[in-house]
């Protein structure tokens, strides 16, 4: 008999064998001494867009050539769901692979255990270099850089829309603008 704890099992099994086999893929080529195929790997996470608000999507309206483009190029997952849908348990999510439940971020000021591995600390280890530009939001107090990054461009909590302070590689720097339009600049 299939019960439900066989089922999560399988679900988790499956989840796991994929995370490994992108990551084997994605390092082989430096593994192997061929650094020159070594793919540039650039994650957007964009804040309450629905799956058909882009213009690739079909959206009849609303015009996105950037993303278009960036979605003709690279890969588009059409079935991505949240497990949590509340920032920062979501992002613990897509950074660590694990369930909320077991990275322990289940609202928007825990901070994440410098414990747990996420993929930018293996893309490190596999000789990318890696950075993060934009909101953590995971620890609301705190914007200090997190293991994984050699270049951080973040701020506090949900941060100041106008003129906000950035941390800058671990130095508080104020900037004068729209905080999209400077997160933009410094991606």
Sequence with gaps: ???????????????????KTAGAAATAP?????????????????DDLRYDAM???????????????????????KNAFVTTSLC??????????MYAHRHQIL????LLSKDITTFPVLLRQAGYRTAFVGKW?????????????????????????FDPTFNIDGEQVKREGYVTDLITDYS
């Design 30 to 46: 430096f593994l192997m001494g061929a650094r020159s195929k070594q793919r540039n790997i650039i994650f957007v996470l964009i």
């Design 1 to 19: 008999m299939h019960n439900r704890d066989d089922e999560y099992q399988d679900k988790t099994h499956s989840r796991r064998t994929f995370l």
């Design 137 to 161: 939001h995971m620890g609301g107090s705190s914007d200090e850089p997190r293991p994984g990054f050699d270049r951080w461009v973040s701020f506090r909590g949900q941060g100041v829309y």
């Design 55 to 77: 213009g690739f999507a079909g959206h009849p309206v609303i015009e996105t050539p950037h993303i278009d483009n960036m979605a003709a190029h690279g890969i588009h997952l």
């Design 88 to 97: 920062s348990p979501s992002r613990a999510s897509i950074l660590t692979g």
């Design 107 to 110: 609202d928007n000021s825990t």
